[in-house]
């Protein structure tokens, strides 16, 4: 599992590893969430831009206002969408610096089990929202199908049982799982919540084109790559290679799955 204690800050070694994923994700989202055209936007968590921009290219919007923590990410997100009705801003989650019915669809990618409070969080998202409009999100399934992560962490445990201990984290996960999500959005008022799985399809080129994104970076993915001694990469290279469905040309094809949720703010 990717530990909310060790943040996603570096914007090139997210896109090399989850990014290119999270940009399938997020286009199969907003085609699902069947927001009418010319409508605002909010995309909250930004990060590199894969939601804005699929928002952007698939639902011709009025406008759409990115708001991210990272300040690295904010401007990798505005260097990579270049679209007069795109801006971005730096702001927290939780508290938000936008007036009440502001904006007709509000939304986050693969963000919110990362916030402190999610309650408060989606308080906010619903009270930004104009009455009638969408919230909606969508999170990597991980402890499920998020297989790019889930065979890494089995590898890396069965070497090793203390790799991945989450000493006090796994609350902030459970929202990941559908029945818990779709409970979070009715607790915050929303009306016609649905929950579905977004199913990408994860080709990697052969094993080296798989590890070669752990080398650099910050995920708990990386940073416990990082932390070995050479002998103990190699031993976790090894193993890692010999549990992945490698093909016989050597490719290799996994799931990554994240589960999805909208709803409708009542009037």
Excluded at 50 to 66: W, Y
Excluded at 141 to 166: C, H, I, K, S, T
Excluded at 211 to 234: F, I, K, Y
């Amino acid at each position: 599992m990717e530990r909310r204690d060790a943040m996603w800050t570096d914007a090139e070694a997210y896109d090399a590893y989850i990014g290119r994923w999270s940009r399938i994700a997020a286009a199969m989202f907003v085609d699902w969430l069947g927001v009418a055209s010319r409508s605002s936007w909010l995309d909250v968590g930004c990060g590199t831009g894969a939601l804005s921009q699929a928002i952007v290219a698939r639902t011709d919007p009025t406008r759409v206002l990115g708001i991210d923590k990272s300040q690295a990410f904010v401007a990798r997100a505005m260097s990579s969408i270049s679209d007069d009705r795109f801006s971005v801003a730096t702001a927290d989650a939780s508290r938000l610096a936008v007036p009440f019915a502001s904006f007709d669809a509000v939304v986050s990618g693969l963000m919110l089990n990362a916030v402190p409070d999610q309650r408060a969080t989606l308080a906010e998202f619903v009270r930004v929202t104009r009455p009638g409009g969408v919230v909606a999100t969508y999170l990597w399934d991980f402890d499920g199908e998020m297989q790019v992560l889930r065979y890494f962490w089995q590898a890396a445990n069965e070497l090793d049982p203390a790799a991945d201990a989450a000493s006090d984290d796994d609350e902030a996960f459970a929202i990941c799982k559908p029945d818990r999500l779709k409970a979070a959005f009715e607790e915050a008022g929303l009306g016609g919540v649905e929950v579905r799985a977004l199913d990408v399809p994860a080709h990697f080129r052969d094993f080296d084109d798989y590890w070669a994104p752990l080398q650099q970076g910050h995920a708990p993915s990386q940073e416990h790559v990082a932390s070995l001694s050479a002998e103990q990469r190699d031993r976790l290279r090894e193993h890692l290679r010999a549990k992945l469905p490698v093909t016989t040309d050597g490719s290799i094809d996994l799931v990554a799955r994240a589960w999805a949720a909208k709803g409708t703010k009542p009037y």
